[in-house]
């Protein structure tokens, strides 16, 4: 890609101080550039589809075969190139799931648009195709395609969790993180102000620790912190606990930089350390005499604070994250105080500030005390503690489990799964070849090819799974075929569940069988898949401005 800029623009009757590419010769470009693309990641895509392993700039090493996590770590300079890398981030976002697929359906949408357009079938026409395409598509997976959760049972939501995660690292443990991610979701239930559920992923903390087999992972209620209690002597439990979380440090005050206090008096300096010191006593009293039992701080407290503490039966935790800090305020309904200063320049502290837990005890977890905040008042929370041999492996768990824990989200919201295994997209193939038939315009050419290229997925599942895709390909548009044409009464309409199972090298119902996806991160893949082919389609000049020379120092060569 690096010789892209080098058109000469001097006989150009446009004068800019850089390069100009127009046409045919720019359209090319970027659809060569979204196919190096997804050519690096296709080989990832489905339950045995291969790693890959990035080396950054400074030799740190990330294997994976997460779409967005690859694209994120590759340095991509030409500006059609990442347009697609934010297309695979932006699914990651919404979804969680189906960020390869997302960047493969694009490029050969933008593939075949292109050829369209070689063809002399004007741009604007593909795009009114692509668009329409879309529509209907979407409308298809909607009507025909998607089930219904409440139908299927809490065996749907684990079969979806096992989808998302059969083709990453967790993949080969079966069913056990899979009902980890469903009950850790189910846990941290929510409602918003229009009574509909919600399951906040982030309410759902993942702590990894170094060590033993992945198979002794576990997931309990409550919010665990990767810190221990600030001292030995304090108790190890505490019940119906008042929570403070402080963001300033309990320690001896000092006087601030540049202030400077004269003294004719020897004892006088010695009121004023006994000042220093007392100034962090009273807040520290000002806290217990409200009530709280726990102290969760972000900065340091002193050792003679903390034995304040403890001999008030309370307990302290020093150097919390702030994103933990954040988290614990939110779920036991606690403010994250930066300061005990009141409106009147006192200090006090604020009852209404201040949050609640059933319970805050320490347990030991490997060879490391984590403090453990059980029955928050606000937010319930759950934990999963990964266990693995080493970061690499560790890091990679996290990111599958949190896809799994994206997907299951959006079924438990959307309440509708459909059917994975290529299933949906060679539905739809059959479905807009057909529609197509029913236009009398160009636009009809664009949409046989949109139907065409959402069949690159079940294709490249058979390629990566070492089978042969033109076979299992025709065989399953035969089933399609004659499921949509079936009455809904008709044991046949019951084809259109069938898709690829990729161990065996056959065709087999997918909803027996278990492999499900979440319906919104169909559309949602063919919606964002769709719009990015048509903002790179409908470019057809690329300037590129010179950077500003900067004048030479005469005295730079001295």
Known sequence: MSGIFETNNRDSALAIGGTRISGQEVRSQNVMAALSIANVIKTSLGPVG????????????????????????????????????????????????????????????????????????????????????CKEACKFIADQMALKVDKLGNEALVNVA??????????????????????????????????????????????????????????????????????QAMKRSLKNSKIAVIDFDITKTRLKMGVNVVIDNPENLEAIRKREADISAERARMLLDAGVTAVFSTRGIDDIYVKMFAEAGAVTVTRVPKEDA????????????????????????????????????????????????????????????????NDYMLEEMERSFHDSLCAVKRVLESGACVPG???????????????ATTLGSREQLAIVEFANALLSIPKQLSVNAAKDSIELISKLRAYHAAAQKASADSPRSQLKNYGLDLHNGKLCDNVKAGVLEPAMSKIKMLKSATEAAINILRIDDMIKLLPEQQPEDPHAHM
């Not at 648009?113 to 009114?128: D, M, Q, S």
């Not at 500030?353 to 929370?381: K, M, N, P, W, Y």
């Open 50 to 133: 291969l790693d890959k392993m990035i080396v950054d700039d400074v030799g740190d090493v990330t294997i994976s075969n997460d779409g967005a996590t690859i694209l994120k770590l590759l340095e991509v300079d030409h500006p059609a190139g990442k347009i697609i890398v934010n297309l695979a981030q932006q699914q990651d976002t919404e979804v969680g799931d189906g960020t390869t697929s997302v960047v493969i359906i694009a490029a050969e949408l933008l593939r075949r648009g292109n050829e369209l357009i070689k063809g002399h079938i004007h741009p604007a026409t593909v795009i009114a195709g692509y668009r329409l395409a």
């Open 162 to 231: 096992m989808t998302t995660i059969s083709s990453k690292i967790l993949g080969s443990y079966g069913t056990l993180f899979a009902e980890m991610a469903v009950d850790a979701l189910k846990a941290v239930k929510t409602t918003d102000f229009r009574g509909k559920p919600r399951y906040p992923v982030a309410a759902v903390n993942i702590l990894k620790v170094r060590g033993a087999s992945a198979r002794e992972s576990n997931y309990f209620t409550g919010y665990a912190l990767y810190r221990p209690l600030t001292s």
């Open 326 to 389: 954040r988290r614990i305020a939110k779920g036991t309904g606690a403010s994250l105080l930066t300061t005990l200063a009141n409106l009147d320049g006192d200090e006090s502290v604020d009852p209404t500030t201040l949050g609640s837990a059933e319970l805050v005890e320490q347990v030991r977890l490997a060879d490391d005390d984590v403090v453990v905040i059980r029955g928050a008042s606000e937010q319930r929370a759950s934990t999963v503690i990964l266990r693995g041999a």
């Open 421 to 435: 295994g290529g299933a949906v997209e060679t539905a739809l193939d059959i479905y807009l070849e057909s529609f």
